[in-house]
């Protein structure tokens, strides 16, 4: 199992483009979100979905959009870049039917800078 | 989403048990008690988690106070590999995929 990947692993974006960050997993987990880590802090929530077309908002999903047209991909769309995005991200999943053992699987991040 | 209160930082030396305390004075019934890890430039590992009752795996216990307004999370005998940012975070039973974490504890092991 490749568990939770995440790609690009690093981006440099000039403030006003847009691009989407890949999150994809392949343990069948129904539950999949997004967190941004900026330095020296703890992990925010972005966005988070239960299930393939269900999407929610989290602590910060402003500048962000998500969809979750598969049950494996998650993928997390910046709209128009700004400096304030500067941080790293992770994607995360899990099962209702599997957490009770393992809890929640990260993937290993998005390093992203807006210039 | 109920909130954790735990120490900035902690420190331990090589090969000691390390007790992380974690506060969560407003937690529902429905609220698992899960710990996460990060270490440095990774991303967040799952190490244990429960509801009530202690919890014991390969990587740590997790000792839940009866009222379970508080718990520990227990490394037996920590090693540099452990030093890193323990965050305690409550989850509801539903599982709806949110995890809120707070600040954690670092925990420098010292040789």
């Known amino acids: 199992n490749a568990g939770v990947t995440q790609t690009p692993k690093f981006q440099v974006l000039k403030t006003g483009q847009s691009m989407t960050l890949q999150c994809a997993q392949d343990?069948?987990?129904?539950?999949m979100s997004w967190y941004r880590q900026d330095p020296g802090m703890g992990l925010r929530l972005i966005h988070y979905s239960v299930g393939a077309g269900i999407t929610d908002q989290g602590e910060v999903p402003n500048g962000y959009n998500v969809s979750r047209s598969t049950t494996e991909d998650f993928p997390l769309r910046l709209l128009s870049a700004a400096p304030s995005q500067t941080s790293v991200y992770f994607c995360?999943?899990?099962?209702?039917?599997?957490?009770?053992?393992?809890?929640?699987?990260f993937g290993s991040g998005t390093r992203l800078t807006v210039v | 989403d109920a909130k954790t209160t735990q120490p900035n930082s902690m420190e331990s030396n090589e090969e000691e048990p390390v007790h992380l305390p974690c506060n969560h004075s407003?937690?529902?019934?429905?609220?698992?008690i899960h710990w996460y890890r990060q270490l440095p430039s990774q991303g967040p590992e799952y190490v244990i988690h429960g509801l009530t009752s202690n919890v014991n795996n390969r990587m740590a216990s997790l000792a839940i106070a009866e009222d379970r307004k508080s718990s520990t999370l227990i490394l037996h005998r920590a090693t540099l590999r452990d030093a890193a940012v323990y965050y305690c975070i409550l989850a509801t039973s539903s599982n709806t995929g949110k995890l809120i974490f707070g600040q954690g504890t670092t925990l420098q092991v010292k040789p």
């Open positions: 407003t937690i529902s019934g429905t609220d698992y």
């Open positions: 343990m069948n987990h129904e539950y």
């Open positions: 995360a999943s899990s099962s209702h039917k599997t957490t009770g053992n393992y809890g929640y699987t």
